[in-house]
């Protein structure tokens, strides 16, 4: 589930919360609300923090090139064939 689905989720919670005075027998839409909203926070924190380790950044690395003297030629680089 992504973070959208998290989203819809908590907005649905809370408007069974909140916005909502239907009575339904056996159920208490209300509690349904609460923990839809729950699952909802808990999906966007754990979305988040598997977000957050992927984007782990790399700090550059130095590349040393070595400096070699050759005597150019012609012939020895490579250009001279």
Known sequence: MGLGGCI???AVGAILTFATDWHMQGVNLHMVGVIL???????VT???SIYRRRRVMVPPTTV???DHHHARDGYSDG???
């Open 37 to 43: 909203m729950i699952v909802g926070l808990i999906g």
């Open 64 to 66: 040393v090139e070595e």
């Open 79 to 81: 250009y001279g064939l």
């Open 8 to 10: 819809i989720l908590i």
């Open 46 to 48: 754990t979305f988040s």
